[in-house]
């Protein structure tokens, strides 16, 4: 096989795989020394490893691939409804609306907060859905922020939001104005 260099010179052998399983079993089995994918995956698959903690996802990003929902091509409404649902909950987190306070946040004196809420705006009638759905997932799922600890802050494998902070706090998530 013929050997690769980095940026640095330092020499190195691809090793490809069809399935991402039989990369974590190559790889818990010592076949290589590293793999990569985005950290998401590697936070994954390392729970699926033989002794989990022996092995460090590496805090480098090498790539800013954009990674969210996705659903089949054609069915508009409910393209909708899944990307104003994410929106909702990176909305709640920048406006502070978080799971256990999200009933008290219906009676904000801000227009936005009203909106994402469901006091005022309409957006739920105009995706199909009444009013109060952005409410409840605030309520059942948390801001996006509750949802990234609970589900890999905590966890311990990925604690550091990198990217998918806020953009006021020099991540890249923002949401188009619901209107």
Known sequence: MRDFFDSRGISYEPVAFEKADEVVAAYDAGRCDTYTTDKSALAAQRTKMSNPDDHVTLPETISKEPLGPVVRQGDHVWEDIVRWSLNTMIEA???GITSSNADMMKTSENPAIKRLVGVEGGLGEKIGLDNEWSLRII???????ESYQRNLGDTGILPDRGPN???TKGGILYVPPAR
């Open 93 to 95: 987190e920048e406006y």
């Open 139 to 145: 309520k059942q799922v948390g801001n996006y922020g």
């Open 165 to 167: 902070q806020l953009w």
